[in-house]
């Protein structure tokens, strides 16, 4: 019966061409522009750890001191004492310090000129925390971070630039006139956004800077702060000597923990607020409590990481579709009404209304399988046109296959909700009773 | 044969369910439509908002990895070096200029020991070449004195007097004079001593005024260096200014994302904002295009439907402008409800749109727009169908279906 139908639609469609592409570009315009703004919200949304975030935990504490305002919210990221000792505490099941400098690599070839990098600071249990993949060598370790070594992990990219692609494991790299040992070169990693350095997000206008892929040098914190490297500050409140930035009042260290258990999670926070007791009975401390521990999703979710672009360029593709789903009930109801002669006739023989209604979804199914075609297409350009633009995440706007299915599937689900309304009003069309007449 | 409305209503309740529909899609293009150029003219206006300095004169260079060891030698040299450069008129030292990074924020209190920092600002750090190099203008009081720069490598330098941004002034000392006026951070106070018309943040955002300090002094942290020029020569007086860059310190490193000319800074910056205007224009042209092709298809299934009728009103002594005046003002009529209901919809989803993302109320002068709009796009989408049915000859009456 279903050949039998999808046979008449196709027939019905060639017959009225134009209205027949009509409903197509519609649907077609309409999920193609939907399809590549959900697609950029899609991929931009996710869960960067996957499996993994529920486990990961951001504390913070306000570290400030003196005649400041009274923040309603501790800052984004931990003075350098307060993050050593959480970190060296050893209370999480896992725990790394993450913190942003700027550093001068010396080319490998002489006679270029040298070039300046934003680099990762941290500690070794980044890697396997955050599942870090290497294609050569591995994180530095333990050992490394108390002994300020001076060794260094490089990604893909810089790896590809500087050595083409060989493996540069025990290579030497001379950053801010010091040689550094390359122990690891990791291989492709892209988490979307950069969620070990979200930073800042809430309220600001554009957060499309933090879907920048991740850095290209990471070194122990440790070993920075031996160099004298420039670290990236986020807020200070006394005066700051760049040269010793362990002492600085100065918020610029951010701390990753794992808790694997609901119980260690509730003696974490216990242990965060001991502290922040411990600190203020010091004197080190003179706030009231101002303690947080969000999960790593809670932390993006709180930075609003999905750029607000990102958000109204949906909303306003998914008000261009309702109109198109609009355009194409209007125009599918005259086509089936159109043709109330001819289901006049096959009613008088013998069709029930439930054929005719079918007869007429199929119809409205096939026009929305066409219209999801031609919705790829214009998604797969949407999506060429977004990573043109000069934005962080411009790299990540690809189609994945599941999405392509998506798109087909929505396009037929919404002109099959197109052609409800029309199918049953042509359903109701009488049996043809002056069939004599013509 | 003069047309009555009432009759053309009267044959649109016969088609209720096509009318609504095209009603509906019309409301909601009006309620997008107006809410899309709301949208868009608020981009074009940031995109084009002033900076106060002469951007079209301006080549700016950001230094990086002169760290902390560079000496304030290497730094004069390179001045002198970009100075040597023909064509160029001036050049500055600066910690910032429009369109590149935040580069000093600070908490001003305009009492000494009020607690909250609540004028946060942002300070530019030059030398005394800068106001003659960016071309900012005095709105009162004086310029800075050559004797009055700071010394300093402290993060804000110690000046006693300090130039401000008009409207920040009048954000702190509203409806008071600001001349005069002191101002309170890292421990010490300076006072105005002149007002410059806007000067904006190295990084402007909507919504957020020209908060901004001018210090001048021998501040290190400031290592941009600007040069003015002439319109025409900016882009050989760019390159030859790197050149000079490499000559003079190799071990220097320009940061090319905020190096260039002031006008590729300002395309650069708003590089996201001009996607979203795109984006917005897109948006626009395609709803209107598909709003027409939806009126093009019903109102052509309405006059095949109808030939007969028309071919009947025309047998009777109708004139072809009479039929066509009729399908006009049919699409009028039906475009009129869909604008009355999408003016209301349009308030609503800017309601929407504010409460989330911090959108302005949408401006009543925008409806008129839309719905005029709208007006012509359906006059304009009907006239082929309305043509076509003007064309059926009377003698249509005559025949059987």
């Not at chain 1, 951010?254 to 922040?276: E, F, H, I, M, N």
Request: aromatic content about 8%; hydrophobic content about 45%.
């Amino acid at each position: 019966m279903f050949g039998y139908y999808l046979d008449l639609a196709l027939r019905s469609l060639k017959r009225n061409r134009v209205l027949t592409a009509l409903m197509v570009i519609a649907i077609a315009v309409g999920i193609g522009t939907s399809m590549t703004t959900l697609t950029v919200m899609y991929l931009l949304s996710g869960d960067p750890l996957p499996g993994r975030s529920e486990h990961i935990f951001y504390p913070q504490l306000d570290a400030e001191t003196g005649k400041g305002m009274v923040r309603s919210r501790p800052a984004d990221l931990l003075d350098y004492p307060s993050a050593r000792d959480l970190w060296s505490s050893g209370k999480a099941d896992r725990q790394t310090m993450t913190a942003e400098a700027l550093v001068k690599i010396q080319p490998v070839e002489a006679g270029r000129h040298p070039s300046m990098i934003d680099t990762l600071t941290t500690t070794s249990a980044f890697f396997s925390m955050f599942n870090v993949p290497f294609r050569y060598g591995g994180p530095w370790q333990p050992a490394d971070d108390e002994a300020r070594s001076r060794t260094v992990v490089i990604s893909e990219r810089l790896n590809q630039q500087l050595f083409a692609g060989a493996n540069s494991v025990g290579r030497t790299l001379r950053v801010d006139s010091n040689d550094l040992r390359i122990v690891g070169v990791l291989d492709h990693w892209r988490p979307s956004p950069r969620f070990y350095m979200v930073v800042g997000g809430h309220g600001a206008s554009d957060t499309s800077d933090l879907y920048k892929p991740p850095h290209d040098l990471m070194l122990p914190l440790s070993t920075a702060l031996d160099l004298h490297s420039q670290f990236s500050w986020f807020s200070c409140w006394g005066n700051v000597d760049p040269k010793n930035m362990a002492a600085a009042a100065c918020e610029w260290v951010g701390l990753w923990v794992q808790l694997d258990t609901p119980a260690t999670r509730s003696a974490y926070r216990d242990y965060l607020r001991d502290y922040d007791a411990q600190q203020r009975s010091l004197g080190r401390f003179d706030h009231p409590p101002n303690i947080r521990m969000m999960s790593l999703m809670q932390w993006l979710d709180f930075n609003q990481v999905v750029p607000k672009d990102v958000q109204l360029q949906t909303w306003l593709a998914f008000g261009f579709l309702v109109i198109c789903l609009c355009n194409t009930v209007g125009l599918l109801l005259v086509k089936f009404l159109g043709r109330s002669g001819e289901i006049g006739v096959r009613r008088a023989m013998g069709a029930s209304r439930s054929d005719i209604f079918m007869q007429c979804l199929v119809e409205a199914g096939a026009v929305g399988l066409l219209g999801g075609i031609g919705g790829l297409l214009l998604a797969w350009f949407g999506l060429w046109l977004v990573r043109q633009q000069k934005v962080a995440y411009a790299d990540l706007a690809q189609l994945d296959p599941m999405l392509l299915l998506v798109t087909v599937a929505m396009a037929i689900l919404a002109s099959l909700l197109a052609g409800l309304l029309p199918a049953v009003r042509a359903s109701r069309v009488p049996p043809a009773l002056q069939i004599k007449v013509s | 044969m003069r047309m009555d409305i009432r009759h053309v209503a009267a044959a649109l309740r016969r088609h209720r369910m096509a009318t609504l529909l095209i009603g509906l899609q019309i409301a909601l293009a009006c309620a997008v439509l107006c809410n899309a150029l709301f949208l868009l003219s608020n981009r074009l206006q940031l995109m084009s908002m002033a900076s106060g300095v002469d951007e079209s004169h301006l080549v700016a260079l950001s230094l990086q990895g002169t760290g902390n060891d560079l000496g304030r030698d290497t730094l004069l040299r390179i001045k002198q070096g970009l100075r040597g450069i023909a064509g160029v008129e001036s050049v500055s030292m600066t910690n910032a200029v429009p369109f590149t990074q935040q580069a000093g924020e600070i908490g001003f209190r305009s009492v000494l020991d009020d607690p909250q920092y609540n004028q946060q600002g942002h300070f530019y750090v030059a030398d005394n070449d800068f106001i003659r190099t960016v071309g900012v203008h005095l709105a009162d009081g004086r310029w800075l004195g050559d004797d009055e720069a700071a010394n300093s490598t402290s993060f804000l330098p110690s000046s006693p007097s300090i130039l401000m941004s008009r409207s920040y002034a009048q954000h702190i000392w509203p409806g008071q004079p600001s001349l005069g006026q002191v101002l309170f951070a890292d421990g010490a106070q300076r006072r105005v001593v002149g007002l410059i018309e806007d000067l904006a943040r190295p990084n402007p955002e909507p919504l957020i005024l020209h908060n901004t300090v001018l210090i001048t002094g021998s501040n290190v942290l400031g290592q941009v260096f600007v040069l003015r020029t002439g319109p025409l020569s900016r882009d050989r007086v760019l390159r030859q200014a790197l050149d000079a860059v490499a000559r003079i310190a190799p071990d220097v490193v320009v940061d090319l994302d905020y190096s260039g000319t002031l006008s590729e800074l300002r395309d650069r910056y708003f590089a996201s904002n001009r996607a979203m205007a795109a984006m917005l224009c897109g948006i626009i042209a395609a709803m209107l295009l598909v709003t027409a092709l939806g009126i093009v298809g019903l109102a052509s299934f309405w006059v095949q439907q109808r030939r007969r009728q028309i071919g009947i009103r025309r047998a009777i002594g109708a004139r072809r402008s009479d039929i066509l005046s009729y399908f006009q003002t049919e699409n009028f009529l039906i475009v009129s409800g869909g604008i009355a209901l999408g003016m209301v919809m349009a308030f609503a989803l800017n309601i929407v749109l504010m409460k989330l993302y911090e959108v302005p109320r949408l401006p009543l002068a925008y409806l008129p727009w839309g719905a005029v709009t709208l007006w012509i796009l359906g006059q304009l989408a009907v006239l082929g169908p309305a043509i076509r049915a003007a064309r059926v000859p009377p003698v249509v009456a005559t025949r059987s279906v």
